[in-house]
């Protein structure tokens, strides 16, 4: 199962990463010190093929997530929503933790990393949108913790209008009915939900900076907090 994969090889991967960014870079530095043109044969009429159009970084990763979502597709109308979310969870992770957890990237690993990221977050909203359409929150309490973080993590990730909609009419049910997820994960998806709509923080969670606000309103904030039962800021 990939959330499998993903605690297994988590450090493997962002490791992958950077050596296949090294790699290309190596290769490209190569391809242009210098190097004897070979030609396909001794005639005169022998083809150049430098003039075939090459594919873009970024057209070579919607390749990539156009295949996971067909792949993800086909969970979901297997009915494997296990399945699905994990693999979600996987896709919204694996970026974020390359460029949190790897010392010394320089620019264009960077840009890269958040290309993909910035990709597969939206794949993920699309895909989230028609499994809350599908069957409103799936009930994930027998499931594994990332297929229960999974669209929390979409939700404060992605901030579309029906996204926002469709998690708001949910959310409350997923937690207090069906206790699908964390009461962190609640609470830091319930303030990113309140914020886009103008709020404020209910929970201060996700970037609050205390400093702002005032005793009377932190006061109210470790009220709600002490519901869920998180500890006081």
């Given at each position: 199962m990939r959330y499998l994969q993903y605690k297994k090889i988590r450090c493997f991967t962002i490791l992958t990463i950077i050596l296949l960014f090294t790699n290309c870079r190596e290769q490209s530095d190569s391809s242009q010190s210098g190097m004897t043109h070979v030609p396909l044969s001794n005639t005169s009429s022998s083809i150049d093929l430098d003039w075939f159009p090459k594919k873009s970084q970024k057209q070579l990763i919607l390749i990539e997530v156009s295949k996971i979502k067909d792949e993800i597709h086909r969970l979901i109308n297997l009915d494997s929503i296990d399945l699905t979310l994990e693999e979600i969870y996987f896709q919204d992770q694996i970026y974020r933790d390359s460029i949190n957890t790897v010392a010394n990237l320089d620019k264009p690993d960077?840009?890269?990393?958040?290309?993909?990221?910035?990709?597969?977050?939206?794949?993920?909203?699309?895909?989230a949108i028609k499994l809350l359409?599908?069957?409103?929150?799936?009930?994930?309490?027998?499931?594994?913790?990332?297929?229960q973080e999974a669209l929390c993590l979409v939700a404060i990730h992605n901030n579309t209008k029906e996204l926002n909609q469709l998690v708001s009419a949910y959310l409350d049910r997923a937690y207090y009915i069906d206790s699908s997820f964390s009461a962190f994960m609640f609470a830091a998806v319930s303030d990113r939900l309140s914020l886009r709509a103008g709020g404020d923080y209910i929970y201060g969670t996700l970037r609050f900076k205390k400093e702002k606000y005032n005793r009377t309103e932190i006061a109210q904030i470790n009220k709600n907090r002490s519901i869920l039962g998180l500890d006081n800021l």
């Open positions: 960077i840009k890269r990393l958040y290309q993909k990221m910035e990709l597969f977050d939206k794949m993920n909203s699309e895909i359409r599908k069957s409103s929150w799936p009930k994930t309490k027998r499931m594994s913790k990332e297929a």
